[in-house]
């Protein structure tokens, strides 16, 4: 007897990206949990502006020995109807999402469902062995036609009328939104209803509107006596071809099937696979969405994960597209911190992000020399050109008071506008307020000077004031680590002693450490002591006052502990850098750490997202995820911690050399750890 594996939580969620910013995603268990779970959720103007078409739908398959419900949903006021979900016997999310279920009379459904790469469509089918004649399949499809981030209700505009042809059915639900067009072998019939009142669950625990209406024009009915049941949805956005035209579904599933299973089979691991899902088209070129389901791309958030989404997967084509891309939007030294997900504002809202660009293209750089595809010279020169503004401008002085300082070190922030990461705000109340020179900015801003130093003489000096300053003024002799802010509120000579995770970029997660060795390894030793997880760093240890065990209620609640102790999987990479540097380097020192802070996280893959790594977790045990379930600087600083921080010896050397090379810095051996 085969046995099988343990089934995932119910509530764990899937994805499948479209590579244009649209997906499909849903829980093991079938119950749509949140607003952003759909079989088609397509982007009008990649990789924004997302409208979800098909939320889901209701399947039940009939034999002779009675119907039976494979699917459940859950209505007002939290009842669960029908109960398909508890016939679920299997479920896997490799090579795509795969249901197995168990019926009543012992008859096995397989179900599986998946989004090919570059497309605004999804795959579905399903399938019994040994069906016997008068065995089928219905499906009634729940339609919608609404931002993402909206609920839908039942109102007179919705069109209903389904246009037939060839196979295809094609619903226009309302005049400014993609169409939905299905190919399927089943038959069609036109059964418009409205179905009221579906709860949302994660909605109602986020403090969030969590009810919503979908419209059902129809079923589509398979027979499923020797043949799979079949069904391709898609998004027909307007101006293009309509989908999947003259052909037969056979065939389009038959070639995507194949297409993508192969596809798939090329990443190396899970890690690889996940932050496949990150890279998506943003008009001519490239991007990395933050997470799913409801981020877009951010410039702080690109910049971190490409380090690992594409360096140290080895996908150098995209990080150059991105990168140049990028290049094109400094503004008076800035990079926008995000791209409006509407119209093509961009806000100017983050001291970080663009010295975090500054070390993404120091480190493209350096990955392509030591791949042996340098950069053109053309490319250099823009790449170059856009270090150059930033470091300049900042230098200069720019938005939100951004100045580099008399001690060499960066001053930023005015009142009302939270410009580091920790940037958590609800109307007026910044709740973690950095105002002055915080410590994570100050190790952003030495390293971008010291690659800058490569191409100018202009920087040395300023570097030698800054990284002077810096060990002088951050350390805690009280805490034997560094301070969170010095001259906080631009209050010259003061410190905010908060114990936070940010200090450890000062030793790990950046090019060059800042800190002698004794001093660097005790900043590590107390981070680890004080805010190390299974999971991650919390953002605050658990002795300072206002430490936040769990992050969870309305959005008040929820921001307000968003860094007052939750734990961020992704500072885990700049942890594991800075306590391997420490020790040397050595073989020994890497293989502990891959035991003891790497293993860990890989468990995560099986909860939360799964095969992904969540935006954060609870700070206190069992650590729960919250947040967004699939985030790419988690999974990109995973994947870098497994290829280049605890990769092997000659990877590590070259890289090294590598850098050292590209620095051209009379005292770039002073910082390389």
């Known amino acids: 007897m085969i046995k099988r594996p343990p089934l995932p939580d119910a509530e764990a969620e899937w994805l499948e990206p479209d590579g244009l910013g649209g997906f499909?995603?849903?829980?093991?268990?079938?119950?749509?949990?949140?607003?952003?779970?759909?079989?088609?959720?397509?982007t009008r103007r990649p990789p924004a502006e997302r409208m979800v078409l098909v939320a889901g739908l209701d399947a039940w398959v009939e034999t002779p020995r009675g119907r039976f419900d494979i699917t459940s949903q859950r209505y007002r006021?939290?009842?669960?109807?029908?109960?398909?979900?508890?016939?679920?016997?299997?479920?896997?999310?490799?090579?795509?999402?795969?249901?197995?279920?168990?019926l009543d009379d012992g008859t096995r459904v397989d179900h599986e469902l998946f989004v090919p790469k570059g497309s605004a469509m999804t795959v579905l089918t399903w399938r019994v062995a040994g069906a016997g004649a008068g065995t089928r399949l219905v499906?009634?499809?729940?339609?919608?036609?609404?931002?993402?981030h909206a609920l839908h209700h039942e109102n007179a505009d919705f069109r209903f009328e389904a246009d037939l042809d060839e196979g295809r059915v094609i619903w226009r639900p309302y005049p400014d939104v993609p169409a939905v067009v299905a190919l399927s072998n089943?038959?069609?019939r036109h059964e418009p209803h409205w179905y009221r009142g579906f709860v949302y669950e994660e909605e109602r625990r986020r403090g969030l509107d969590f009810e919503e209406d979908l419209a059902a024009p129809g079923t589509l009915r398979f027979d499923l006596a020797g043949e799979e049941a079949q069904l391709v949805l898609a998004a027909h956005l307007p101006g293009a071809p309509v989908p999947l035209d003259g052909r037969t579904v056979s065939a389009v599933v038959a070639e995507l099937r194949a297409t993508e299973g192969r596809r798939r089979s090329t990443f190396i691991s899970p890690l690889?696979?996940?932050?496949?899902?990150?890279?998506?088209?943003?008009g001519a070129g490239k991007t990395i969405v933050a997470g799913y389901p409801w981020f877009t791309d951010w410039g702080r958030d690109t910049f971190i994960a490409m380090r690992g989404i594409c360096l140290a997967a080895r996908r150098l084509d995209e990080a150059r597209a991105i990168l140049l891309e990028w290049a094109g939007v400094v503004s008076e030294g800035m990079l926008p911190n995000r791209f409006a997900d509407r119209g093509d504002v961009p806000e100017y809202n983050a001291v970080d992000a663009s010295l975090w660009y500054v070390i993404a293209v120091h480190e493209y750089l350096v990955s392509a020399a030591a791949a042996g595809q340098p950069a053109s010279p053309a490319d250099r020169r823009v790449l170059q050109s856009a270090v150059e503004a930033i470091v300049d401008?900042?230098?200069?002085?720019?938005?939100?008071?951004i100045r580099l300082d008399r001690d060499g070190l960066l001053a930023a922030g005015e009142p009302g506008v939270q410009l580091t990461w920790m940037d958590a705000r609800v109307g007026e109340?910044?709740?973690?307020?950095?105002?002055?020179?915080?410590v994570e900015v100050e190790a952003l801003w030495l390293n971008a000077l010291m690659i800058a130093s490569a191409y100018s003489e202009r920087w040395p000096r300023t570097l030698a004031d800054g990284l002077r300053s810096f060990r002088e003024r951050f350390w805690n002799p009280a805490t034997r680590a560094l301070h969170d802010v010095v001259d906080p509120d631009h209050r010259p000579g003061l410190a905010d002693p908060t114990f936070r995770p940010n200090q450890i970029l000062a030793v790990g997660g950046l090019p060059f450490g800042l800190l002698e060795p004794a001093m660097a390894r005790q900043v590590v030793d107390a981070v680890e002591a004080r805010l190390w997880t299974p999971r991650g760093l919390r953002t605050l240890a658990a002795d300072e006052p206002g430490y936040s065990p769990r992050c969870e209620g309305g959005v008040r609640e929820r921001d307000a502990a968003y860094h007052q102790g939750t734990v961020w999987p992704w500072l885990l990479g700049p942890f594991v850098e800075a306590w391997v540097r420490v020790r040397g380097g050595t073989l020994e020192a890497r293989r502990e750490a891959r035991e003891r802070f790497f293993a860990?996280?890989?468990?995560?893959?099986?909860?939360?997202?799964?095969?992904?790594?969540?935006e954060i977790v609870d700070g206190d045990p069992p650590h729960a995820p919250r947040g967004c379930p699939f985030q790419a600087w988690s999974v990109g600083e995973a994947l870098r911690l497994d290829r280049v921080v605890l990769g092997d010896d000659s990877r590590r050397a070259t890289s090294t050399a590598s850098a050292r090379a590209a620095s051209r810095n009379p005292w770039a051996s002073n910082y390389l750890a």
């Open 186 to 188: 089943g038959t069609y």
């Open 429 to 438: 109340r910044v709740f973690t307020p950095r105002i002055g020179k915080p």
């Open 393 to 401: 401008g900042y230098a200069a002085g720019t938005r939100h008071g």
């Open 77 to 102: 006021p939290g009842v669960t109807a029908p109960l398909g979900g508890r016939r679920l016997d299997a479920f896997t999310i490799r090579p795509w999402p795969r249901w197995s279920v168990l």
């Open 24 to 42: 499909a995603s849903g829980t093991v268990g079938g119950l749509r949990t949140r607003r952003y779970h759909a079989l088609l959720l397509a």
């Open 600 to 614: 860990p996280l890989l468990g995560h893959l099986d909860e939360g997202g799964l095969g992904h790594v969540s």
């Open 272 to 282: 690889h696979r996940a932050a496949d899902a990150y890279l998506v088209t943003r």
């Open 139 to 148: 499906v009634r499809p729940f339609l919608s036609g609404r931002d993402h």
